[in-house]
């Protein structure tokens, strides 16, 4: 295993960003054969999985920051200014969504709820090498 470079960080972003092997090391201004290697390697490979799920992480978080917005302005198109048609349109979206939206936050709050539960029960010690008062 290598230790990670600050040198990596060009190809680390460029692979990340969903360039090939190939784009990245010419981005990045490495060879190819240079490129296959530290992805052969499980620090950088690592490394790059870590920035995905970071990049990822932000962009929901934007995502989420902008439905808020989006919500408002499908609201304001509800308002009877608007011609009958875009208003048609912005309930459908707006129930659409809605209903998708409640139906994810209800199948979460249920998941989290089981997996508490799996946490807490005699089941979970036996599986982790506990066995409750017989042990």
Same mark, same amino acid.
């Given at each position: 295993?290598?230790?990670?470079?600050?040198?990596?960080?060009?190809?680390?972003?460029?692979?990340?960003?969903?360039?090939?092997?190939?784009?990245?090391?010419?981005?990045?201004?490495?060879?190819?054969?240079?490129?296959?290697?530290?992805?052969?390697?499980?620090?950088?490979?690592?490394?790059?999985?870590? #920035?995905?799920?970071?990049?990822?992480?932000?962009?929901?978080?934007?995502?989420?920051?902008?439905?808020?917005?989006?919500?408002?302005?499908?609201?304001?198109? #509800?308002?009877?200014?608007?011609?009958?048609?875009?208003?048609?349109?912005?309930?459908?979206?707006?129930?659409?969504?809605?209903?998708?939206?409640?139906?994810?936050?209800?199948?979460?709050?249920?998941?989290?709820? #089981?997996?508490?539960?799996?946490?807490?029960?005699?089941?979970?010690?036996?599986?982790?090498?506990?066995?409750?008062?017989?042990?």
């Amino acid at each position: 295993m290598t230790k990670l470079r600050k040198a990596d960080d060009p190809l680390l972003l460029a692979l990340a960003c969903g360039l090939s092997a190939e784009q990245a090391a010419r981005q990045a201004g490495v060879s190819v054969k240079t490129a296959y290697r530290r992805l052969d390697d499980a620090a950088f490979a690592a490394r790059l999985g870590d #920035l995905r799920a970071d990049m990822l992480a932000r962009a929901a978080a934007m995502l989420t920051a902008a439905a808020v917005e989006s919500v408002r302005t499908l609201a304001d198109l #509800l308002k009877p200014a608007n011609a009958p048609a875009t208003r048609l349109n912005a309930a459908r979206a707006i129930l659409e969504h809605g209903v998708k939206l409640r139906a994810l936050v209800e199948v979460e709050a249920r998941l989290r709820d #089981l997996e508490d539960r799996v946490a807490q029960s005699p089941a979970a010690d036996v599986q982790h090498g506990h066995h409750g008062a017989y042990s």
